[in-house]
């Protein structure tokens, strides 16, 4: 098995103070990390499929989001990243140092619960979609990419892991590519973008909630703040800010750049996603998406077959980068809730729970896929529960962040504060109207 050590390099980090020596790569892609891979795996399959059915069912109505979400989930996932580099812990950590063993058990068995969902929703997906280019059994490849993820997180240096999800965010440009390819209703969708407009129908209210919910997903916040944990091992001079707060200014600054470029991304990808489904099923009446593969087909007589294997080569791409980081962040969780040796930079024989986890997770995901559930509904209702799941685990991530015994210095204050509770307040009025449509 591979050797998982951590060979540092000075000039491969943009906090070190020392003289860069020898060849580097430009500055902001040494400072892009987990930002800009937790942004790009925002928009996974099952995210893809909620995009389109937005866009198919909605047509542009709904684009507003993608504003309206963008300052929202750079807030939380700035404040995801500052408790991990502030204290050397990632949330679950922390909250078992702070708060009391059932609520921690209660937040991390949802978080462990959505992303299961999550998982054997995307394995499902990038099976259908690779069905496409090449027709296989669905079974063999639900197999063979869930077979990948493991292998991924069991046998690459973490270094090259996090080169490989590196790598994996560019299959995210497709979706930018097909929405300049299709036919644009300009104005439209200038309008509705911003100028929001909500009926307040169960079905809109639905779709909203999950377009959110899998915007500002749970499994994001402890996965940034769990490989800022990692990061502090892989660079030698890096140490938590409680106990080097000189290094603080640097490190809030690349967290801040990674952050705001790694959701931006995301954002446009799936304002991307949205507007090409809008121009071409929802223009066109079809109104009702099953699967993310059938969005796929359904592109290739309205906006061409080059349009729809760009829209088909992504879903299978994201998915790739999506189910290792779905199984990671339920991983993380779980090991610093129980205080297992963690991490991705250790070696399975050093955190052999840990790596248990990632594998179990992982296939239970599998079997549900195999499940008698329709995919489009599993890739659905997967978003309404991470959204509904992330109103308790954002309560908790803010009143974390803003205790000074617990960040000391770098406890969160002022503007970054407020918006992190306003992105609060708003995942809860939309996870409650969702509710409240589905009672009455």
Not at 157 to 182: D, G, P
Request: hydrophobic share 55%; proline share 5%.
């Amino acid at each position: 098995m591979a050797d998982r050590r951590i060979i540092p390099a000075a000039d491969d980090d943009p906090e070190d103070p020392s003289p860069v020596v020898g060849p580097s790569y430009p500055r902001l892609l040494r400072i892009l990390g987990p930002g800009l891979i937790t942004g790009a795996s925002d928009d996974d399959p099952s995210g893809i499929a909620t995009y389109a059915q937005a866009g198919a069912q909605f047509g542009y109505g709904l684009t507003w989001t993608m504003l309206v979400t963008y300052p929202m989930m750079c807030a939380i996932q700035m404040i995801s990243a500052r408790i991990g580099r502030t204290t050397g812990h990632g949330i679950a950590g922390v909250l078992r140092r702070h708060y009391s063993p059932p609520l921690l058990s209660f937040i991390v068995t949802l978080l462990l619960v959505a992303n299961t969902i999550n998982l054997g929703a995307d394995l499902g997906a990038m099976a259908d979609a690779l069905g496409l280019l090449l027709p296989a059994p669905h079974a063999l490849y639900v197999l063979l990419f869930a077979a990948i993820c493991i292998a991924m997180q069991l046998f690459l240096q973490y270094t090259r892991y996090v080169a490989v999800l590196k790598w994996l965010t560019l299959v995210l440009f497709a979706y930018l590519i097909s929405a300049v390819i299709v036919h644009v209703d300009w104005l439209t969708l200038v309008r509705d973008l911003v100028l929001p407009r909500l009926s307040w129908r169960s079905d809109e209210l639905l779709t909203l909630v999950a377009v959110c919910g899998t915007t500002i997903s749970p499994y994001l916040f402890f996965w940034q703040s769990a490989e800022e944990v990692e990061d502090l091992r892989v660079h030698p001079h890096r140490v938590d800010l409680l106990d080097a707060p000189g290094q603080g200014a640097g490190a809030l600054r690349r967290i801040e750049v990674d952050t705001l470029t790694g959701m931006g991304y995301s954002n446009l990808v799936s304002l991307a996603i949205i507007v090409t489904t809008a121009a071409t099923l929802g223009a066109h009446g079809i109104t009702d998406v099953q699967t993310s593969a059938q969005a796929a087909i359904a592109l290739r007589p309205l906006a061409g077959r080059f349009a729809a294997t760009l829209f088909t080569a992504g879903i299978i791409g994201t998915g790739l980068l999506a189910v290792p980081v779905l199984a990671g962040s339920a991983a993380y969780a779980i090991g610093e809730a129980r205080r297992w040796p963690a991490g991705l930079g250790r070696r399975p024989k050093e955190a052999q729970a840990f790596y248990a986890t990632v594998v179990l997770a992982t296939l239970v995901g599998m079997i549900i896929d195999f499940a008698p559930i329709d995919p489009m509904r599993a890739l659905y209702w997967s978003a309404v529960v991470n959204g509904i799941t992330a109103v308790p685990v954002m309560v908790l991530t803010m009143l974390a962040a803003s205790r000074r015994d617990i960040m000391g210095a770098f406890a969160v204050t002022g503007t970054l504060r407020a918006l992190g509770w306003i992105s609060t307040l708003f995942m809860a009025v939309i996870a409650a109207a969702t509710l409240a449509s589905a009672v009455l």
